[in-house]
């Protein structure tokens, strides 16, 4: 079954630096998503890409992160300057079309990148 | 503002028992409500899907149901088996946007 992968599986890195997190969304998808969750807390929506260009994006996705499709199957988040409470879990998901509306699709998430920030 | 409230917060059943997650949500307007499972370090794999006009979905041992006039619903496990034990999580969707709203999930452990 086609899944959803992420690299790294964990990223340690020093406060102020930048990191790029890595996704290969699944082929035949068109919709990209990223979500972070901090550890012990509920899953928070970060950012929806179609298109080639964001949909949408949470209060959290400041200008401190963004998002790019550098080509036909890596779909990548930067984190400029992390902070320490930027360190969590961060999920790549995609789906096949827009879940919004009556959609019923399914949403596949990947095994998630672990951010620790020290 | 828009909410998902999950209760239990944490329950422990012995294997083979039956057990019942509550989901309250606030999301309006609605467009559907999906149920994940989260096993612990991995990410979210959808369990069930529902649109407001369905009432129940299923999902082998998993059973969802779906009352959008309360705004609840509740993710039955049958015949509970020790890798049904993980967070299970709701979450609302609205029409216009994809702004899934997530619970805080509930977290299951099975003993055998």
């Known amino acids: 079954e086609p899944e959803v992968t992420q690299t790294p599986s964990h990223q340690v890195t020093q406060m102020g630096q930048e990191v790029i997190l890595r996704c290969v969304p699944i082929?035949?998808?068109?919709?990209f998503y990223w979500y972070r969750q901090i550890l012990g807390q509920k899953v928070e929506f970060l950012v929806s890409?179609?298109?080639?260009?964001?949909?949408?994006k949470s209060e959290i996705f400041d200008d401190q992160f963004s998002v790019e499709r550098p080509d036909g199957s890596n779909f990548t988040l930067k984190i400029r300057s992390t902070k320490l409470e930027d360190s969590a879990m961060y999920f790549c998901?995609?789906?096949?079309?827009?879940?919004?509306?009556?959609?019923?699709?399914?949403?596949?998430f990947g095994p998630g990148t672990r951010l620790t920030v020290l | 503002k828009n909410q998902v409230e999950q209760s239990p917060q944490s329950l422990i059943i012995l294997e083979g028992k039956n057990c019942t997650l509550q989901?309250?949500?606030?999301?309006?307007?609605?467009?559907?409500l999906r149920w994940y499972k989260q096993d612990t370090g991995r990410g979210p794999v959808s369990l069930t899907i529902?649109?407001?006009?369905?009432n129940t979905k299923s999902n082998g041992r998993y059973t969802a149901t779906l009352d959008a006039d309360t705004k609840q619903s509740s993710l039955h496990i049958t015949a509970s088996q020790l890798s049904d034990s993980a967070s299970y999580i709701c979450?609302?969707?609205?029409?216009?946007?994809?702004?899934?709203?997530f619970g805080a999930g509930t977290t299951v452990t099975v003993r055998a």
């Open positions: 989901c309250n949500y606030t999301v309006s307007p609605f467009s559907n």
């Open positions: 979450v609302v969707t609205r029409p216009s946007d994809y702004k899934l709203s």
């Open positions: 529902m649109t407001f006009s369905e």
């Open positions: 998901a995609s789906s096949e079309a827009r879940l919004a509306g009556l959609s019923t699709d399914t949403q596949y």
């Open positions: 082929s035949n998808h068109l919709y």
């Open positions: 890409f179609y298109n080639n260009e964001i949909s949408e």
